[in-house]
């Protein structure tokens, strides 16, 4: 019962929440996210464009030059690992999947540099699958309020999941990351501004 009134305010609170991340389809979502990895999504969004106006699908960017990409994308953390992520998962998407992202998240690992958060990310945003997406943000929060004691993502994704039905995973990640930008930040959280601060036991502990 707490968990669902804390999902009322938390909708109420932040009744635009959605991906920060600038996309147009499925792919620029999926490169989007690769791209996401310990930097901010703003920072994501200064690179994608020019990015995209030169690979605008797999197989362009499955015929890049790791080179090339690295330079457009020089200014996010992990430039280098990031560049080979993202030509090899183009040329994965054209060898295997005729040059679309696939809607299973059995696949959606397979590919170079994605691993569960970023496939039901993609699989929430692009295709409306329900999942949990235990970013930074959903972790931090959820423990906060005692949804589970535990930071392996893992293990976050199940409780977070057991509290609310599927279709409200996605918007509620959503919400919940926005609520963990703009007021549960990580080092000053905001408790007396927060809407839910009588209901989570952090701040009252």
Same mark, same amino acid.
């Given at each position: ?27 620029? &979502?999926?490169? /989007? ?5 310990? *930097?901010? =999504?703003?920072? !994501?969004?200064? %690179?994608?464009?020019? @990015? ?70 993609? &699989?929430?945003? /692009? ?5 949990? *997406?235990? =970013?930074?943000? !959903?972790?931090? %929060?959820?423990?906060? @309020? ?60």
């Amino acid at each position: 019962m707490t968990a669902a009134l804390i999902g009322s305010r938390l909708a109420a609170a932040y009744p635009d929440a959605r991906c920060d991340l600038d996309h147009r389809s499925p792919f620029e &979502l999926l490169v /989007a996210v690769v791209l996401s990895a310990q *930097t901010t =999504d703003a920072r !994501v969004n200064q %690179v994608t464009p020019e @990015l995209f106006a030169r690979y605008p699908d797999a197989e362009h960017l499955a015929g890049a030059e790791q080179d090339d990409v690295e330079e457009i994308i020089s200014s996010l953390g992990l430039y280098r690992s990031k560049a080979r992520s993202l030509t090899g998962l183009a040329r994965a998407l054209v060898a295997d999947h005729d040059g679309r992202v696939p809607d299973s998240l059995d696949e959606l690992v397979k590919l170079p540099g994605v691993g569960r958060k970023t496939a039901n990310v993609v &699989l929430g945003d /692009a295709f409306g699958i329900p999942g949990i *997406t235990p =970013d930074t943000h !959903v972790i931090r %929060v959820s423990n906060r @309020l005692g949804w589970v004691h535990s930071t392996k993502p893992d293990d976050v994704e199940r409780a977070v999941g057991a509290l609310f039905p599927p279709g409200e995973w996605v918007v509620l990640c959503h919400r919940i990351i926005w609520h963990g930008r703009r007021c549960c930040r990580a080092r000053t959280p905001a408790c007396t501004a927060c809407p839910v601060e009588d209901l989570c036991p952090s701040s009252q502990a």
